[in-house]
């Protein structure tokens, strides 16, 4: 008897400024907890661009990208919650869903947690992904209704919405709040929608990008602020009688950010942040004291978020898929991180 | 027509260690929004001591005491929510209760806002108390089934348990989290009360004196953990599962209570801090990140919690009269404060 090697094509990191499409061999189930995942929409990511820009270390070799979904192709023996054929989409971190930080909607810190695309799993940026402990981690999406542009709207749960619902709920945003949104790319403008579900009354978009800014408005917000810094903060608090808002979502991650973040958050407000911190300051604890502001973000759990979010997505109540302002094939690739790269596309839709 | 001037007592902070008893002209009406109150209980704080102690500056020759209640004497003519006759209780921090930071509850930090006993203003420990923004600042108490109980019940809305209250609000605890307190003073006993109040499922309380333990159980606590430091959040993460808890409330303000909150908290739980900061490392931002622990807190805004926590003590729901182990006059204040630096008495109440 032979064995038959399969191929498919992945997309493999040379090192910053190198993306290649490589054949690679089909993966197989190697452990019952796991699935086969025929990758039917994927997406480049804005962290996937620290990697790209050399900000960020990722080995030579690494298989790239986490925000995926398709259509399961084989089920390991111990996977109950998905089945052959179903359609499904991924949060952009591997969790078993029954370790203890699982259980209290932490999946982001699954004690079990694996990242896509290291230590021998796939990404997502290819044309199959092997995924362990598929029950945590693999999420059915009901196939009636769905058309591309419903594909286009879930997709953004594996990652960009749920990071930006995130942001809102660790800001507190809630019924009536004032919020406002630092960041216009991808994340920032899905805390904008995120924000508007959850019943903000006003939402303030910091955004010096005409495009962007539009579509920030079509997701909700009430606002634009086009300035930076502090004037985008002089110009909130002015729009606010210089109260400042109830609510920054920080979504970018820089030193500037968190300074404008301070500089539009009202006494007693929330600063949630999402932008993974690159040489932000520390923060003073007195400082904090001294004017009830609250601080809180990570990186979302987005497996605790997408059965909350699913619905209203399927609703057409929360509809992001306009994010996605270009689509390719694999093979293009890496024009794609360039067109990110050079913040051409907010977000490029890649269909293996 | 010969101008009568009444004296009253009054105490008055006259360096560290040093608290006198002094004979002071009553208080009279000087603007229109004003009420003058003759105070029937008050009583020393645990942020008194750091004057006494002499850790934070207080000019020589002011009033101190910011805890107070009892009857109206007389009111301003702009006065329109309390009454000559009318019971009354006052928060920490005068207030106006309609400039912008007072109306999103943030009274605390009201743009008028005073603190009792500073530039001109009496002190709550003291016979009569002249009150500016009576409006904003005092609040009525229905006099029927007044008793001494009930009056030790509702004296500690004016700080220490609206203090407790926001340390509970601060670190989100609601129906079913599990919280630890840090701190077994007045303030942490409070946060006890205040969390069972909430819905709490499970209250840690850290204490290693056996009557301040014994006190913490009564108002709610499920599990007394008898040490300190890192033997403390090692003991809380066995209680829960190695998890840590949704939510710590802490109610000290050092850096060694800092780093104790931190070892208990959970991934993904909130840090609600209410204890004045006192050489408190800076909390790093990236640290916060990758473990999506939330920080807050600030000195209570008693006067937006009075309302909505008085019911709930006139109907016997929250009583932490128990808090004040000892009740002396006001000749006897300095020995009063004496007990309490040496920690002889968790709080002690005055009638003057």
Chains 1, 2 share one sequence.
């Not at 809630?174 to 903000?200: E, F, N, Q």
């Not at 002015?238 to 109260?243: H, Q, S, Y």
């Not at 690739?333 to 596309?345: F, H, L, S, T």
């Amino acid at each position: 008897m032979e064995c038959l090697v399969r191929y498919m094509r992945a997309t493999i990191f040379q090192g910053p400024g190198k993306i290649e499409v490589q054949e690679v061999p089909d993966p197989v189930i190697k452990n019952p907890d796991e699935a086969i995942v025929k990758v039917s929409y994927c997406c480049i990511c804005g962290s996937d661009l620290w990697y790209y820009r050399g900000l960020t270390h990722l080995d030579v070799g690494n298989h790239i990208g986490h925000e995926f979904m398709g259509t399961v192709e084989a089920v390991g023996e111990g996977v109950r919650n998905v089945r052959v054929g179903d359609l499904v989409v991924a949060p952009f971190v591997i969790s078993d869903g029954t370790c203890p930080e699982c259980r209290v909607g932490m999946t982001r810190f699954c004690r079990n947690g694996r990242f896509w695309g290291t230590g021998g799993y796939d990404g997502g940026q290819g044309e199959k992904v092997r995924t362990p402990m598929a029950d945590g981690t693999l999420f059915a999406i009901p196939k009636s209704r769905m058309d591309d542009h419903m594909m286009r709207a879930i997709l953004p749960l594996s990652d960009v919405l749920s990071t930006g619902h995130h942001a809102a709920m660790c800001a507190g945003v809630g019924k009536g709040s004032t919020v406002a949104v630092i960041g216009d790319g991808a994340v920032g403008l899905c805390a904008v929608a995120a924000s508007k579900r959850l019943g903000a009354s006003r939402i303030l978009l910091i955004s010096t990008h005409e495009d962007r800014a539009e579509l920030g408005e079509r997701f909700g917000a009430t606002d634009i602020i086009a300035a930076r810094g502090d004037e985008a903060a002089r110009q909130a608090k002015a729009l606010t009688n210089e109260l400042g808002v109830d609510c920054v979502l920080e979504c970018v991650g820089t030193a500037g950010a968190w300074r404008t973040a301070f500089g539009l958050v009202r006494i007693g407000g929330n600063v949630g942040f999402v932008g993974v911190p690159h040489d932000v300051p520390d923060v003073s604890v007195s400082r904090l004291f001294s004017t009830d502001i609250g601080v809180k973000g990570s990186g979302a759990s987005a497996a605790h978020y997408i059965p909350e979010l699913m619905p209203d997505v399927l609703a057409g109540k929360l509809d992001v898929s306009a994010i996605f302002t270009k689509t390719i094939s694999l093979s293009d690739i890496a024009e794609g991180y360039r067109n990110m790269d050079e913040r051409k596309e907010i977000k490029v839709l890649v269909k293996p």
